[in-house]
């Protein structure tokens, strides 16, 4: 689905004497950072945990100095995470990519390991400081740094404390955004080629207004039960869900959500799914862009804001299988790529893309979001299958995510075309081994 999301792994916990149930125990996250060739443990790495289902901050630490590892414990379910380090180019290399969700299982260890690489940006230094309240620290705050249409951003932890690296020398304005705070007039500042800069941010409680989104779909009834839709408001830049404004509710559309404590602002709307069956309509978004709100005053326009979902495209091979987002392994540099045929499309996009990095290495459809989308080559619709043929070659080790684009021609529209479906955003997913 678009945005961010996975599923949780359903656990069961035993019984006690008294017949009551007992909460399944928790599982491990481990990360191992590490850089270099040979590869070499990568230390003081900012790392970040998100539950996967909510786009909700969990956890937050730094990598070992001696291994390079990162390990929380967790409750069993689906979590992503975002890996920063000064010089060096984060992971995932873009706020606008999906990461690829982790699975914890109860009473197990999970073992992610990660290569991070120096980054190619000269003259960037890094802001840090602290969130508070009065004379408490405050916890889950997307504190970001923003100039001309550009920002840099990051969470602050359970101290209050927050840290962006790698930003380039400008003047900026810095932001805190999160439910039902309300942040000190914004401080602008220049950041220095090197170094560090130091800002603070105070907040101070809110009441802010209420956002309404209606959810409806195109079709209906096939997708898996149950299926919980999550409707979140992100940065505008960055597209990063804003801590404490979202919610989720099992699909039985139309849905209404309604997400209060929402501070004045512009903001993007998104709905992002499990992978079940179930997409966000596409041809809104390539042609508009994803849907916006703006409170002014604690009044939210437009109010309610309308999302429109479809069936995807499904999947067949190479991609992790639909109840988990672990990618498959495949063993050739120029794999086929299969999917089922949608009923009623009259071309294909396909599109290949490095994981981490967000990179296409083939096909896909450049300027979403503007008047003037273009599709790469069209596939057919007699075809459900395609060899790769890029001139960037696939590299072994790395993780890449595919994705199939469905059209049809529409005279009524400046293009000519419109979308009418693409596959789930956390399907496609393979390792080159």
């Known amino acids: 689905a678009i945005g961010l999301s996975a599923l949780l792994q359903a656990c069961s916990g035993g019984g006690d004497g008294d017949g009551s149930s007992a909460p399944p125990p928790p599982g491990t996250l481990s990360i191992t950072i590490t850089s270099g060739s040979p590869a070499a443990a990568l230390a003081g790495v900012s790392v970040l945990v998100f539950d996967a289902t909510t786009n909700a901050p969990v956890a937050s630490g730094t990598s070992a100095v001696s291994t390079g590892i990162y390990s929380v414990s967790l409750t069993a379910g689906s979590y992503f995470v975002k890996l920063s380090k000064q010089g060096y180019t984060p992971v995932p290399a873009s706020a606008l990519l999906s990461p690829v969700p982790q699975t914890v299982i109860s009473a197990a260890t999970t073992n992610y390991p990660v290569t991070m690489t120096l980054s190619t940006l000269i003259g960037t230094g890094w802001v840090s400081g602290r969130?508070?309240?009065?004379?408490?620290n405050v916890a889950n705050v997307l504190v970001a740094v923003e100039a001309a249409g550009?920002?840099?951003?990051?969470?602050?932890?359970?101290?209050?404390?927050?840290a962006i690296y790698n930003v380039p020398f400008a003047t900026y304005t810095v932001k805190g955004y999160a439910q039902s705070y309300a942040?000190?007039?914004?401080?602008?500042?220049?950041?220095?080629t090197t170094g560090n800069l130091n800002v603070n941010l105070t907040a101070s409680t809110a009441v802010g207004g209420t956002v309404l989104v209606n959810l409806s779909?195109?079709?209906?009834?096939?997708?898996?039960?149950p299926v919980n839709m999550v409707v979140s408001l992100v940065h505008p830049i960055t597209k990063e869900t804003i801590p404490g404004l979202s919610q989720t509710k099992t699909y039985t559309p139309p849905l209404s959500y309604s997400l209060s404590g929402v501070v004045d602002g512009s903001y993007f709307v998104r709905s992002t799914f499990a992978n079940d069956t179930l997409v966000v309509d596409p041809d809104y978004i390539v042609k508009f862009g994803e849907p916006s709100v703006?409170?002014?005053?604690g009044m939210a326009t437009p109010n309610p804001v309308g999302i429109t979902i479809t069936f995807a495209v499904p999947l067949i091979s190479p991609s992790n299988i639909l109840g988990s987002?672990?990618?498959?392994t495949v063993t050739s540099l120029t794999p086929t790529f299969i999917w089922s045929a949608y009923s009623s499309t009259k071309d294909y996009v396909i599109e290949v893309m490095?994981?981490?990095s967000g990179t296409i290495v083939w096909g896909g459809i450049t300027g979403m979001?503007?008047?003037?989308?273009?599709?790469?080559?069209?596939i057919p619709p007699s075809e459900t299958s395609i060899i790769y043929n890029s001139a960037t070659p696939l590299l072994v080790g790395k993780t890449y995510r595919w994705r199939i684009y469905a059209s049809v021609d529409d005279s009524t529209t400046t293009l000519g075309w419109k979308l009418i479906s693409m596959s789930e955003d956390q399907m496609g997913l393979f390792t080159v081994n």
């Open 131 to 136: 969130v508070t309240s009065g004379s408490a």
């Open 150 to 162: 550009v920002a840099y951003t990051s969470i602050s932890n359970s101290s209050g404390d927050y």
């Open 183 to 192: 942040f000190t007039s914004p401080t602008t500042t220049v950041v220095a």
């Open 217 to 225: 779909a195109i079709a209906a009834g096939r997708a898996t039960d």
């Open 294 to 297: 703006v409170v002014s005053g």
């Open 325 to 328: 987002t672990q990618p498959v």
């Open 354 to 356: 490095d994981a981490n």
């Open 369 to 378: 979001g503007t008047p003037t989308p273009v599709r790469s080559f069209l």
